[in-house]
Structure formats: structure tokens, C-alpha cells
């Protein structure tokens, strides 16, 4: 018999609305950890996740309060312990990692001072002990040169070495039980796999139990043993990571599975219909009800309880489980055919440098440059009409800020954009024509931010039709209600706030809204991140249809490669701010020439616990591109030489048709790699 | 599989009016803005009706019944000159609250543009305007006021803007701070992205959510302005006599408070009370609108 560290049994949680009902965000949750145990736990946003993770410590979120129900950490219940009891048992028996962690640090301590408080108030250590021991934490957490690190302040590690400072005094107190709330979202795609990691060879030399948050199922399949998927605040299904994760058992999770794009699939993923039920809404059967494929009368009628299936430890809430097990994973997919390439040219950035160092007078005066490490230099892309072109980089890239010159809102300091065949754009927006303005479009990454939440949706969707076609009262009215109709949202959303949307729902007005200009060109800037998977696969599959009929044109920015991988006909690669590796999607994801590509794609997470990512690269991070040479040549794992540091590297051009910027031969760069 | 579209939010069109009045409820929901409002209302209903139910004429003087204490003949008793206190107090808000009112639509107007138009162009204009601005913050108010009172006198016409455009200028900062907030956020981005001009960003976009902000400002602003005018008043350079004004009647009667209180008392708790209703509303105001911007979806 294992050893449990904590056991959840029948928890509630949840608030009193104003009109003083009681309303539950956590639904009868039981359930257990063991010891040396990764738990994940998978839900989209609202789904009760994090306030489960935080009852383990004995917290609720303001607001919220237990209903009913026990945590039972070493036979005590830890939402009946007083605040001065908890604090004994937080950090030091249960600790925390949280998902930002340069927001918990304090900015103006260093390091090293940080985690000795953590030591000072959870062991007994001397000071020498302790300096001691803090080098050896900062080692267990791999960061490099330790006693160093130890006399730096938080804002001069990146942000990967920020977390592992943070899991350093998760870990000070030894632990029994770790609890980390989606840890590695806001880090960049090679850094999140080596957080991974770190914390996977932690688990192993520690026996330390932990429960992974998060919404990202590759994270999670990289790190757990046993995952529980949530669903409305309820648990929905609780099994082991492989048969949860290859033969989900859950409807729900099953759509989850089927709307991730995913880096082996090409095409579009297949979005899950409907939206989650609030947390007022009081239905009798099952929660997933309304958005369920199997779904019969009795699903409605009736709540499923939490089953164990006979054969396996796990624990599904569903009546048609059973039916599930027919159904097959990945395979509703929508192919994007590859476009034509003879299409007219609709955008063409030749030789863009852009830069946001200030020039100082002398040189205004001399016109020439100073700046030496500019943030984005020699972009050169043609883009076709009817294309899908996608810029991908980590953070830091520049791929947002070529976006917004081409919008006009950042100038340009050398370089020319030219849009359609011969009309040269200026690069500032109050210098362009009404026909310019209207042909390029922007549709932004958190519609929260670019709707205005002091305008409904028809006074959001009439600007662009009164500045462009100069159009009021009835034609208005009816081109509105026909953009509504285009994003598949109906006529009764006129006059709802942004505040009365969801997340999905924002987002297509936003599309509506740059879609209501007729524009040629679309620049999307992470229109996905921001939204939850489900909802992103309809986000996507809307924006392919809108393309099919009206041979729109995007630039889609992303961190995201899978689902840069679903939705592009060409992917253009950049490292701070230069490009690397440019060419079809298809042949770009089948044989990544460039080195920094090959990292990129390596690191990429899927969600199957046996695909491990590859790490190739360093996970430093380079706050500014380098003088002369190669973009790469600070992390780049096949440095031939003096030559990567001096020389700026060809352009090559491969078979398949993709174009690399390296000094090594193409060829042999994919021999290599095999 | 149903249809899942979620009908819980009522499809009606919000109207301005239904705005309003949904502001007024949390106003009169809260003792403060109760008490506040209604004392505000009670002084504007009693400046305007005033000349109709006055028992005597303001500036009659009467030497046989000089400084006689509260009867039942003259409720508030009668000042140094014989008139009826209780008369010129209830006529004594009507100036102040008439300039004071357009003073602070002016300072709205005014403050509120300039702020917004800095806020969003920045650079250099906005760097001068704020400097003259603070320039203005600088030199007290009441030696400006003066200076302007004695070149062009003390109409109203010329007591209204100059209250508009000094009392304006704290109007410009909270405007600029609160539209610093909005600019950066993305929808202000994709109005320039999309080729709106300069005016119609401000009207469309940034107005809109740095309205509240603004309104509950004027409102502050205007209890201070009432101050000032009075003030004016008290020094001589306000009202004129025989004008009832309870600046004016506090300055006539102060010389004459050890025997004959009544005479400054009324004036003073008129006044006091007024101010003291303005800032219980305008803090109610500020409550109102701040639960409605932080209301997420209906839950």
C-alpha cells in the first residue's frame, strides 16, 4: 500500500453571489496524493483548478470559502487549522511554486538573502550552515555559478532562472508535498523544457510529491504519473498519464486532446463546440451535457458519478464511457490545401531594419546609424496573395515589432514596405492613404485589450465601417449584422458589452472587426495565446474559413509552433530579430535545417508522456543581438568557428525549398541531425 | 448535442438613461450619497424658488428692528441693517451656485481636454502644456483671482471663466493620469493602426473610459470653487451689496458675532452644509462608478 500524503475528500468551494446565493466553484472533489507522486491537474480557465491546488494548502482565493468537506494532510484537516498552525505547515511540509515567478520575488533583495529567509524560518541551520546550504539549492536547481547568483537581484536572471529560483525556496523546507500553479507558461518554448526537466529530476532525487497545474497538456504529460482532468469544478476523469492521455476515457477530455494542433499533424484540429456552463448555472445531469457528442436523455436527466473502471485505477464521470473507447484520437482533422503560389504579391518587406535606440543629434545630423545591435535587421519576405505566413521566435524576436511597423506604428529606420505591386507605404500611419489604412488590418493577442470595454459590439464593429465606407443608419446596421453572421455569431450580440462576452466570443468580434475593413492583408499577433485550447481550435478553424472565402492574406505571429504548424502555408523563422530559416511549413517541420529551428522544434512539448523534447541548446537568454556574425551564435549547439562570430551567414537555398541563413552546408547540417 | 449558445444575459440595448439611472440607484444606495444628494438637490430647488416664497424683500433696511435675535416674526432674526436674515439666506446661494456651476462645466470642458489631448500625444506638447500648468499650480489662486476681479470686475461674466480656468487646471492632471491608463491598453493601438484621427480617438475611444474619472473630479472641484467664490465674497470682491450672498453676510456679520450670532450662523451653516452635501455625492459618485467598472460578467 502506498503511502498517502494528502487526501481531498467530498471538498466544496465557493462564494456567496449578491443576491446571497451560495455558489460552488469546487464540486465534491476526493481524491488523493501519493507519496512520490506527480499529480497533473488539467482544466481550461474556470475550471476550478487553482483553487483546488491552493485548498491543498489550506488557502482559498477572497472571496471564497469551503462549503463543505475536508483536505487531510498527516490526520489533520487543513481548512479547520488556524492561521498560525497553517503557517508551521506552509512552505516548510507543503510549498508553493508559483506561475510568475518575477512577480514573487522581491525585486530589491538579492538572490541569495531571499532564500535564506526561507531557510531562517523552516530549519534550524547556523549562518554557515545556511550560506552552505543555499549554494547547494541554487545547484539542485541547476542554475549556473551558484555563489554568484546568490549576489544578484531578481531582475538580472532571465525569467527561466527566476523559476528555478523560486522552485530553490520551494525546496529549502524539504517538502512534502510541492504544489506548482502552471509554472512554466509565461517562459519561452526551450526554456519550459528544461524547467521540465529540472523539476522531473527533482521528483526523482527528492521523493517529493507534486501537483502540476496547468492548462497545457504537453507540460503536463512531460512531468506526471497521473493526471485529473477538471471540467466546471468537478473532476471528470482520474487515471494514469498514458491512458488518460492516449485513450482518454472522457468525452471532454477527448475534445481537449482532439483541439490541441499538434507538431506530427498537419492541418487544423477540430474545435469542441459550446462554451463551459457558469458556475450559477444549476443543471441537473452531467455538466458537459451541452457540449458532448454521446450525449443521450439520461446524460441530462441524471448527474454521473465518479466511476473506478474495473480493470484500470481510473476514475471517469461518464455515463458512455464505454463508447469513447471506438472513437479514435486525432483523427477528425481539416487539411489546409497548400495555396497557389502564383498569386500576385500583396506585401514585400525588403530589407527592413528597425530599432528602438534613440538616435542621438550628431547622428540625426550626419544620418547615419550608431546603434550596433539593432532589434530587427535585413527582414526580407515576400508575401503572396491568398498566404498564410508565419513569423515564430521566442520572446524577444522582434516578430511583434515588424508587425506593428508594417501597421505603421513603429518607424523603420532603413528599408522599404511595399504593398501590393507597386505602392510604396510609408512607414507612419498618418502618412498613408484611406486604401492603405483599409487593406492592412490588425487583430491583437488579448481581446480584453483591444476592445474597448466602454463600447458594445455594434458600436465596436460600426468604426471601421464609418471611417473606411463612410456608411450610417440602416446599411450600417445591415453590414454589421452580416460581419456578425461571417464570424458565426448571431444578431443578439449587438448591444452586449465586451465584459458580457467570453474569451471565444471577444475574439471574433475583434476578427469581425478586421474583417469589416475587407482588407487584404491580415496582421495577427498571437490572436491564440490568450484563449483556452478548445476555444483556439475555433478561433483558427474561423479564421481558415474566413481566408477559403475571401482569399484574405495573414502574417500570423507566434510562439506556438504547433499551432503555427496548423494553420501557415510558410513559416519564417527569426532569432533576435533576424531571420534564420524561411520556407514551407510542411518542409520546415519535416527537415528544420537551421540549428536554432532543430532547438525550437526539439523543445516543442507534446502531449504524450513517451515524446521527450530534445534539448540541444543552452537555455541562456541574450538580451541583445550581437554585433557582428551569426544571430545564433551565442547558443547555437554547431559552431563551426572564428567565422559564426564574424562573418553574417548565406543565404542557402535546400531542395525542398527552404532558405537557411548559415555558414555550414545545408546539406550536411541535415545529415547531422538524423 | 444542443445549440449551447448561453441566453443568460437580457438582449436589451443599454441606454444612456438606463446608465444614469443605474448610477443613481448605487448613489441613493449608500447612506452617504442619500444624505449628500439630497441636501445638494434641497439647495438647488430652494436657489431657484427662493425669490417666490421669501417672506420680505432682501434689501429692505429697517433701522427700528436692527440686530434683533430669532422671533417668530424673522425666524433667523434681523442684521445690522434691519433686513431678514432668514430671507437673505435662502437667496444668499443663488450667485454662487449659479457661477460655481458653470465655472465647473467650464473646468470639465477645458481641463478635461487638455488632459485627454496631452495624455494621448505626449512628447514635447505635452511636456509644455503640463509645465505651464504646473507654472499655474504655483501662484495662489486668491492673488490671481484678485488681480483678474479688480482689471475686469466682478461680473459674472467674468467670475465664471476665470473660476472655470484656474479651478481647470487640477482637472488637466487627473484627466492626463487617467487617460495614461487607457493609452497603452491595445484597442487605442488598433484605432491609430486603423487611421483614426487624433479627435476622433478621443471622442470614440479615450472619453468614453476617462469620463468617470473626470466627472467625479469636477465634482470635488466644484465644492472647492464654492469655497473660492465665498471666499471672493468675504474679501469684498464677489457679490456687490445689498446682493444677498452668504460670503458677503458672513463678512458684514462677523464684526458683530459676540451679540448678535444669529447673523453668521444661518449664512455659515448654509453654506458648510452645502459643500459638506457636495462631497458626500461626489464620493458616492466615485463609489457608484467604481462597482460599475470593476462588474464582470453577470454571475
Redesign the interface.
Known sequence: MREIIQSIKNLSIGFK??DGRE?AILKNISTSINRGETVGIVGESGSGKSTLALAMMGFSKQGLYPISGECIYKSKNLLDLSDRELEKIRGKQIAMIPQNAGQSLTPNLKIGYQVEETLKLHTKFDANERSIKITELLNKVRLPSPSIMAQRYPHELSGGQQQRVAIAMALAGNPDLLLLDEPTTGLDVTTQAHVLELLNEIAKDTKTSMVYVSHDLGAIAQVSHRVIVMYAGEIVLDGDVRQVLRSPLHPYAHGLLNSIPKLSLPGLPAAM???PP????NSKGCSF?????L?INKCNSSKPELKSLSNSQTKVRCFRHDKLEEKELNKNVDLILPQNSNEKRVLNLDNISITYARQSILDQILNRFSDKNITVKDIDIDIKKGETIALVGESGSGKSTILKSI???LSIKEGQINFKEDINLSPD??N?T?SQ?RG???I???PD????????VE?ILS??LK?YFGLNGKELKKNIIDLLKKVRL?E?Y????P??LSGGEKQRIAVA?AFA?KPDLILCDEVTSALDVSVQAAVLKLLQDLKNELGTTYIFVSHDLAVVRAISDRVAVLYQGRLCEIGPSSEVYKYPSHPYTEVLLGAVLEPDPDLKPKLAAEDIVEEKPPENGCSFQGRCPRVIGEKCFKETPPWQISNQGNAIRCHINIKDLLKNQS | ??N???E??E????STFDRVSEVLIAIFSRPSGMIGFSIVILHIIIAIISPLIVPYDYKEINSLIMLKPPNETFFFGTDQLGRDVFTRTLMGGRIALFVTFFGTIIAIAWGGFVGIFCGLVGGKIDDIVMRIIDAFLAIPWILAMLLIVVILGTSTQVLIPALGFFYGKGIVRVARAATHDVIA???I????????GNF?IIW??LL??VRDAIMVEGAMRWSWMLLAFSSLSFLGFGVSPPTPDWGLMISEGRGLMSFAYWSVIAPIVALSSLIIGINLSADAFAKALGIDRT?????
Do not use: W
Request: hydrophobic share 30%; proline share 7%.
Open positions: 453571489s449578491q455558489i463546440p459550446g462554451t457558469q458556475p450559477d448555472e451535457y451541452e457540449r458532448c457528442e450525449a501597421a505603421g506604428l500611419v498618418r498613408r484611406n489604412l492592412i488590418q490588425l491583437f493577442q488579448n485589450e483591444s476592445l474597448n470595454p466602454s463600447h458594445n458600436e468604426q471601421p471611417l448571431s443578439k449587438l448591444y452586449r458589452y465584459r458580457q472587426r475593413a | 448535442m444542443k449551447t449558445e448561453l443568460t444575459i438582449e436589451k440595448q443599454i491598453r491595445d484597442f493601438m488598433a484605432a491609430k493602426a486603423r487611421g483614426h476622433s470614440n475611444e468614453p473610459n462588474q464582470k460578467a453577470p454571475v
